[in-house]
Structure formats: C-alpha cells, structure tokens
C-alpha cells in the first residue's frame, strides 16, 4: 500500500506507544472542530475515552480494550503468575464497566484473557511480553479484515462513480481504512477518484462530523447531504453506488444498521442502484434467523430536540421516537461483502459459506 501517501488511511484512532507506556487515541468527540489526539497513561483515563466515545466504532473499542489491558498488566507489580492473575481479573472487570453493551469490548478482554492463561507457565516478564503481541495482533488482523473488505467491494465499483454513504464505517472506527470506505481509499491510491455523498445521518450526525470529515482531510472528493436528499441525487444519476457498515447481519441477510439505512436501501432499489453492506463476518449472525430477532436501542429524546442547538428546536415536552438502528430487508440488498469474499442472494446459502471457504 501507498504508505508514503499522506491520506486519511494514516489517521489511526487507537495506537501503542509502548516505549512511553502510552495509549494514543483520536479524540473523536472534538470532530470536526478539534483534531486532538490524547496521551493516555492511567488505566481510569482508558475507561473515561472508551465510556465518553472518544474512542468509537465497534473495532477501534476492541483494539483500545486489548491494549488497555495490556498496559494495565505492564504496570503491574507482581511477581508471580497467581499475583499477576489477580491484577487481571481487577483491570478486565473494570475495563468492561466502560461500556457494559459493547460487543467488541468484551470480545478482545476475553481474547487477551484466554492468552493470559496459555502463557501461566511462563515468567511474569514473558506474560507481559505475550500480552503485547496479543494485543498488536487484535489491531494487525483487523486492519487485514478492512482491507480485504476493501479489495472485493473495489471489484464491484468503476473509476469516477458517484458513491453514497451512511453514518460512519472509516478509518477512525477501525484499526485502518474502515470497512464501507475501505473501497474509496484504496480506490483513491489507484487512482479512481470516486464522488463521495455523504448523509449526514441525523440525529447523532457522524456522517457529517466523521465520515465528511476522514474523506476532506484524506483529500477525497466528499459532498455533505441531509439525509432526505438522496433520493434527489440518486434521480440526478450522481450516485452509482450505495456502500454501507452494518452493526449486526441476521442469517438471511436482514442487516442492522444506523437509523435510516433501511431508507436509503429502499431508495436505492427504486432507482435501480447497487446497495452493498460492508460487513465484517465477526456481524454475520447465523444464529440470528432474521432482522425481526435484533433488539433496537431506543436514544436519549434530548439527541433530537436539543443536542445540537443553542435553544430546543422541537416544542417542550413533545413525545419523542429516537432508535439507534433499522433493519434493512435482505431483499434491498444486493450483496454482503465480506473479508472472504462476496454473498450473493440467497444469503441463507451464501453467508455460511464465506465461512466454510476462507480465502488468503
């Protein structure tokens, strides 16, 4: 890859500086207005950035939960395997405190825990040593995950097309590149030169304060919409492509994703536009049999009427329907891209088969 191209795939939001017993994140609550990278040393300063979001995006929570433990082992004074176990226990119980819903967070403490035991017959300076190449492996696999998400969406795409996305699935979530735009970086150091419009995704707006942010400081050419204009840009013939994250992929192919995805799809098949959901296969649930199963979080009424304003835009007191997600039907889909490949309708056939043929 172009490592000496200065663009948004170099903006990492969670880095080891283990030389310094530092944990460097990207500040993402400051965006767009403030490019704030925090040194973080004390273990209470790791649970804050991952309870705050100032660490976001389901990868980017993992790789800040393996490397805080990792830090939090390395400070500690035990000489023992017993003692050492003990402190363990204190930091991954605390670290999962931080965000008791997050998937990926418990998934990488348990990761480093299940190596913390394969190593018990080793000295405690070893253990250390092995919870560091833990830790370096959970952020090096998924930048391969985006990257190999990337290199198959980037076959289904053509120079100069217009693409819309949806919320933010980049760089800044992920360990690299992202997942949804994973193809409009790498499509950018070939030289495609894609037309990025992105919804600003209401009402937590990362669209606009994430995803049109990575693709200007990466010099991408990214257009700012509201999200009810695309179904006008999409009429206007300036979209060729609808690419999208998912949160949680049902075994029939039924995708949950940010409030409104589910509208673009439906736009997206009216125009007769591709809609492809970038998914990670650590999202595809196959013992999820439909989109009917995933649980919808229901927000803070306040991110609607008054969150982004000086004074309450919305009348006082107003009832207030605020989910986190939708479920876009499998039938608006056009294809699940994974990092082993691409599934096709059926997705009840095609979806267990991206993890029965893994691909190098």
Not at 210 to 216: D, K, R, V, Y
Request: with cysteine; net charge negative; proline share 4%.
């Amino acid at each position: 890859m172009g490592d000496n191209n200065m663009t948004a795939t170099m903006i990492q939001s969670v880095t080891l500086d283990d030389a310094n017993d530092t944990l460097v994140i990207l500040d993402q609550t400051l965006l767009p207005n403030e490019k704030v990278f925090l040194q973080v040393k004390e273990l209470k300063d790791i649970w804050d950035a991952i309870y705050h979001l100032k660490v976001r995006g389901a990868p980017a929570i993992g790789i800040a939960a393996g490397y805080g433990m990792y830090l939090g082992i390395k400070a500690s004074a035990a000489e023992t395997y017993e003692e050492l176990a003990k402190d363990f226990q204190r930091v991954k119980e605390y670290l999962a405190s931080s965000r008791p819903t997050a998937v990926n967070l418990f998934w990488a403490l348990d990761r480093m825990e299940e190596r913390f035991k394969q190593e018990q017959d080793k000295s405690v300076s070893e253990i250390k040593e092995a919870l560091r190449q833990e830790s370096e492996a959970i952020r090096a696999e998924d930048e391969q995950v985006c990257e190999q998400i990337g290199k198959y969406a980037l076959t289904l795409l053509q120079p100069g097309w217009g693409i819309l996305t949806h919320c933010n699935a980049g760089a800044i979530a992920t360990a690299k590149y992202g997942t949804a735009l994973a193809p409009i970086y790498l499509g950018e150091e070939q030289g495609y030169r894609f037309k990025v419009y992105a919804d600003e995704t209401r009402p937590l707006l990362q669209g606009a304060r994430l995803t049109a942010w990575e693709l200007q400081e990466a010099g991408i050419d990214v257009t700012l919409i509201c999200d009810n204009m695309s179904s006008i840009v999409m009429k206007e013939g300036k979209i060729q492509a609808v690419l999208v994250g998912c949160d949680r992929v049902a075994a029939n192919g039924d995708t949950a994703n940010k409030i409104g995805t589910s509208a673009v799809a439906i736009l997206a098949k009216h125009y007769g536009i591709p809609f492809y959901v970038c998914a990670p296969l650590s999202t595809v649930d196959l013992q999820c049999a439909t989109g009917g199963d995933i649980h919808i979080e229901l927000r803070p009424d306040e991110e609607i009427t008054s969150k982004w304003y000086e004074q309450p835009m919305a009348p006082k007191g107003v009832n207030v329907y605020n989910p986190c997600f939708d479920v876009t039907d499998h039938e608006h889909i056009t294809a699940i891209i994974t990092q082993n490949g691409i599934a096709y309708p059926p997705f009840a056939d095609s979806l267990p088969a991206m993890f029965a043929d893994k691909k190098e």
